[in-house]
RNA sequence: GGGCGCUUAGCUCAGUCGGUAGAGCACCGCCAUUACACGGCGGGUGUCGCAGGUUCGAGUCCUGCAGCGCUCACCA
């Protein structure tokens, strides 16, 4: 027989003294897992009944440990994962990790540079297998942490991005998207770092102030009849210049239509273009609001090569593009630039920095150089080697994004009721799909976020220069048109099913069809797509070559609701049948609101372009976690907190408990952190150091608060490598008093049970049953209040509030009023016994999808009592907690008059607390309550629980004339007097409290006469409303008659 | 610059339909009482960022301003 059986003999009932006087976590975790493992009760079986609940975890990256971000993420996750549970849903909540190519590759680099080592030292296959053991421990750490914090995961079918189901996936999504031509080979400006000489993603990209300047340059006109002057920050890239460009409605532009400039330096005759794009200066008619009106000269110049902006108005205007720069960064002439001067060769070989003095300075030189102006502003910096990102034109790999069968899906995909305005008629009129105006945000105001992603995305670049990720799929040959041309018959022979060919043109990177190769000229590449590699090697053989470069993490992560269940051929793995089916569309996507763009929408459009349906109905933008400084908490950063640490110090859900409780719809959360020193225990605020990028950290060694010679290693330190921990010096944890709040809690809950436990060891369950009391009518009534504000909270997302209904229900309603008021009688009262066994049951079961361990560990003994049947209360007995059936109280538990009527008897015995309190008399010290017939009413009907509660010796009508040593309370308009307060009256006390109290209720008076000698109030307000400032009104004024008439009674 | 949010008690934050503001922590007093000192009881004198407006009535709705944060854009 098992401990958690409920068919335990009444000998074998744990009692009070068998639970420890306070909740350990430590000891309780490590069982409550066993458990539940034991029990396999997280594994979904989609064969299984009950309506579908699923959820994929956000991925966390394998470079670092989880924070308390991620156990924040988690944790909402895990509520409503055991929640629908609970509900009764077939529940998968998905878990795995996260390759993150470029993040992991990094860290991974920087680790061998320190033994001096380089990525190039290696063979790329070597290398990857480093990146494989980093991945594989940190996997590891990852799904601890996720156990260790009580996820109920399906543990069994994690996943990682880059395992073999998911490989499947991405090869099959970008075969697929190669061949509806939804993937394209572009020459395009990317985000370049010149220092990896790698193409980066835009959220690769920071922005960082830098001081510059704006130089202004003098362009000679081509037929000597004077100069325009452009402004630039970035003079060096005029070597690069194909035009220049001024606003067609500029004054000046008449006059300069159709005229050429000689650009200095190059010599090269460059247009001068007219495009709407330019700012014209404000003294010739701008925007004196627009910034750039102020220091703008309305002339722009235009380098297509190498400016985003510059680009568009080059194919506006048919404009060429001469990349000036080799991938380092450094001016050259074999990148594009062929028209290279004598007086230009001078350049060629500088580096960006120094090749931007040298165009200054012959500028200057040559008297050209009109002005020059300090700048601040914002320029793109690599994350990964922190030089300014060069726009670079490349061949890189793109996703048609902007094609209506991936954007315009995913706009049509939104609820009505969100969308900002109406969706451009384009997209409107595209094709209906399955799942159409059901993807629904909370807070809704993400919502819009989402949609102008959408309605302003551009092509996505999915091709990374990296050795870490999945390989893109392509095999690529260079050639002259026609001898390429003469390959198409050898792969025709390719199946269509597995292989895909397209063509494009090296000048432009334009797209080719393929019937018209043969009869092209000039150097093309021919790409075939390869949906497996068995056809690699005889493409290799043929000539080609596969693509060296790797797939945007994004990329696959886009495909993780599918990947994960077994997309694109779930038969092929026999523990995936049936999932696919059974729980894609998921319920929910909770994640953080830097995601939206970048995860988010790609699920969605690739979720319905492959499957047809919705990747998840609801998406649930949490707040994010900060550190003590409001800087968000971030792997890269190294300021995350382990949530190990904070398990250490207060447990697994006392750290759920408080993450719940902050949060809220629009705030971030602020987590100041403090560090447990590991010679001692002390806790005490660690030291701060600036980090680069000015962040505020804590330094990476920190000294004993009691003896500076000893050291440690804070979290700071070892995420970025910069101090290592060692026996002497070891990993200091953290902690923050933020979790007392949650430990206090358990600790609370433990306690209340440990009561309740005491109290029913001689329960009987076979006594005959007595009426509800108003206490225990009050309790049930909380309880089912509770229970229906919780679902409420639940549904809406807002899940400080889920944890306010249970902290009240627990802590306020059931500790404080009702265990405190049974104490009398619940011995005796079988009835009450029942109330309250079936309520403790309720709460471990409302408790449990916040704080699964404690709930777990009580759970046995509270199923073992023998009488917990509560009519209106379903309870089904269960023999795990975290597969209970919620608790269902029926309405008949809704009792507004017994709400009311203990509300009245909450009022009477603050009254009397508030005066012992003030008088300080003592909790032992049995007082005589003298009242009228209302208020002796109001005693009697709530039987015994005033007198217990307030500490009432006797209860009688109210004198004729007052006793020597009564004190007057003001209650519902009435006087009651107070008897036995103490051995002497202290009539100057009691002339202060009582003039205070008058004090109080004469400015409520004053505030609410003043509303009524309104004449637009009484006639423009609601009766009802009116009428109750009317009630409250008189009711104040007896209270100030009543006090007065003690005070005069005391001579005052 | 665009968008979104925030500004309420010493601190961290709630505040739904507009009807005279709440919680936790901290702080003060009392309490070894038999579930809990990780506890109990009592204690709140807040210009609800500023200025206008709408309204009988504004923390709440509208406008403007200031400060802070996030995000997108920005190399003229």
Not at 858 to 863: F, G, N
Not at 877 to 882: I, K, M, Q, R, V
Request: proline share 6%; aromatic share 8%; charged share 25%.
């Amino acid at each position: 027989m098992t401990p958690t059986d409920p068919q335990r003999p009444a000998a074998e009932l744990p009692t009070a003294a068998e639970l420890p006087k306070a909740y350990v976590p430590a000891d309780a975790e490590g069982a409550v897992r066993a458990k539940w493992d034991a029990a396999r009760c997280f594994h979904a079986e989609p064969s299984a009944p009950g309506e579908a609940y699923a959820i994929f975890i956000p991925p966390p990256n394998v470079t670092a440990a989880l924070h308390l971000g991620h156990a924040f993420n988690n944790s909402l996750q895990d509520l409503l994962t055991r929640y629908h549970r609970m509900k009764g849903a077939n529940t998968l909540w998905m878990p795995g990790t996260d390759h993150a190519g470029i993040a992991t590759q990094t860290v991974v680099e920087k680790r061998l540079l320190l033994q001096g080592k380089k990525r190039t030292d290696f063979t790329r296959e070597a290398f990857v297998e480093k990146v494989q053991e980093w991945k594989d421990e940190y996997e590891a750490t990852i799904l601890g942490q996720l156990k260790s914090m009580g996820c109920s995961c399906d543990f069994d079918r994690t996943r990682f991005t880059m395992d073999e189901t998911c490989a499947t996936a991405v090869r099959t999504a970008f075969f697929t998207l190669f061949k509806d031509g939804l993937v394209y080979r572009g020459k395009r400006l990317v985000n370049w770092d010149p220092v990896t000489e790698t193409a980066l993603a835009d959220d690769e990209v920071e922005m960082e102030e830098v001081d510059g300047h704006f130089w202004y340059l003098r362009y000679p006109l081509a037929d000597g009849s004077g100069h325009v002057t452009v402004a630039t920050t970035r003079p060096e890239t005029m070597l690069g210049d194909t035009a220049v460009a001024i606003n067609p409605k500029d004054p000046r532009a008449a006059a300069l239509r159709g005229k050429k400039l000689r650009l200095p330096i190059v010599g090269r005759e460059i247009p001068i273009v007219e495009d709407d794009y330019v700012v014209m200066p404000a003294s010739m008619g701008g925007d004196p609001a627009d910034p750039k009106a102020q220091f703008a000269t309305g002339f722009l110049k235009v380098t297509p090569a190498h400016d985003q902006n510059d680009w568009d108005i080059g194919q506006r205007h048919g404009l060429a593009a001469i990349n000036v720069m080799a991938p380092n960064g450094a001016i050259s002439d074999r990148h594009g630039w062929t028209d290279v001067s004598d007086e230009a060769h001078a350049f060629v070989g500088l580096s960006r920095e120094e090749a931007r003095k040298r165009v200054v300075a012959w500028f200057k030189a040559n008297g050209l150089l009109e002005d020059a102006k300090p700048y601040r502003h914002a320029v793109g910096h690599s994350y990964r080697s922190h030089v300014p990102v060069e726009p670079y034109l490349s061949d890189q790999w793109y996703v048609r994004v902007t094609d209506d069968r991936l954007r315009g899906t995913a706009l049509r995909a939104m609820a009505k009721d969100q969308v900002e305005g109406a969706l451009p008629a384009a997209v409107a009129s595209g094709p209906a799909m399955s799942g159409d105006g059901e993807l629904r945000f909370f807070p809704a105001r993400y919502a819009k976020n989402f949609q102008m992603w959408h309605e302003n995305i551009r092509d996505w670049c999915i091709s990374r220069q990296l050795w870490w990720g999945h390989r893109i799929p392509v095999w690529s040959r260079r050639g002259e048109a026609s001898a390429l041309a003469a390959h198409l018959g050898a792969l025709a022979s390719l199946p269509s099913a597995r292989a895909s060919v397209r063509a494009s043109r090296v000048a432009d990177g334009a797209e080719v069809a393929l019937s018209a190769l043969a009869g092209a000229k000039g150097e093309h590449d021919l790409h075939v797509c390869l949906l497996d590699d068995s056809d690699g090697a005889a493409l290799e053989s043929a000539g080609f070559k596969r693509d060296p470069d790797v797939l945007d993490t994004w990329f696959s992560s886009a495909l993780w609701p599918l990947s994960t269940l077994g997309w694109p051929d779930p038969s092929k793995w026999p523990e995936m049948a049936g999932l696919l089916d059974r729980y894609n569309p998921s319920s929910v996507l909770c994640t953080a609101r830097e995601i939206i763009t970048l995860w988010v929408s790609r699920m969605v459009m690739f979720n319905r372009y492959f499957l047809g349906r919705l990747p998840f109905r609801h998406v649930f933008i949490h707040a994010m976690i900060q550190d003590g400084h409001g800087q968000k908490m971030s792997k890269s950063l190294g300021n995350g907190v382990d949530p190990r640490d904070i398990i250490h110090s207060h447990g697994s859900d006392a750290m759920r408990f408080t993450l719940v409780s902050m949060a809220t719809n629009t705030q971030d959360v602020r987590l100041p952190v403090d560090i447990v020193c590991p010679h001692t225990g002390d806790t005490f605020t660690p030291k701060w150091a600036t980090a680069s990028g000015g962040y505020t950290v804590a330094d990476a060694i920190q000294s004993s608060p009691k003896d500076p010679s000893r050291k440690m290693v804070s979290g700071f330190g070892a995420a970025t490598g910069v101090a290592t921990p060692t026996a002497d010096m070891p990993l200091a944890r953290n902690t923050s008093a933020r979790f007392d709040l949650g430990r206090n809690f358990a600790n609370k809950l433990w306690n209340a049970t440990r009561f309740a436990l005491a109290n029913l060891s001689q329960a009987r369950p076979d006594s005959t049953k007595e009426p509800l009391t108003l206490l225990d009518r009050w309790m049930l009534a909380r309880l089912e209040r509770a229970v229906r504000a919780y679902d409420e909270a639940v549904a809406d997302y807002e899940f400080h509030r889920v944890a306010e209904v249970v902290y009240d229900l627990v802590w306020r309603d059931f500790c404080d009023w009702y265990l405190e008021g049974i104490k009398p009688t619940v011995r005796s009262n079988a009835t009450q016994q029942a109330v309250l066994a079936g309520t403790l049951d309720a709460i471990l079961r409302l408790l449990h999808p916040i704080c699964p361990f404690v709930t777990e560990t009580l759970w046995p003994s509270v199923q073992a009592l023998p009488n917990r049947a509560v009519a209106g209360l379903s309870l089904a007995p269960s023999a795990l907690c975290a597969t209970a059936a919620w608790p269902a109280p029926a309405a008949s538990l809704r009792d507004d008059a017994a709400l009311a009527e203990f509300a009245r008897v909450q009022a009477l015995v603050d009254a009397i607390r508030k005066v012992r309190g003030e008088r300080q008399v003592s909790p032992k010290r049995r007082i005589a309550l003298l009242a009228g017939d209302s208020v002796r009413a109001l005693v009697t009907a709530a039987g015994g629980v005033v007198e217990t509660l307030a500490g009432l010796e006797t209860v009688s009508p109210s004198p004729a004339t007052r006793p020597a040593g009564a004190v007057a309370i003001p209650f519902e308009g009435s006087e009651l007097l107070l008897d036995g307060l103490a051995d002497a009256v202290d009539a100057s006390a009691e002339r202060t409290r009582l003039s205070k109290l008058i004090a109080e209720r004469e400015k409520q008076a004053s505030g609410m006469r003043a509303k009524l000698d309104n004449a637009g109030y009484v006639a423009k307000a609601p009766p009802a409303v009116v009428e109750e400032t009317r009630q409250k009104l008189a009711e104040i004024d007896a209270d100030i008659a009543a006090a007065r008439g003690a005070l005069a009674a005391l001579g005052g």
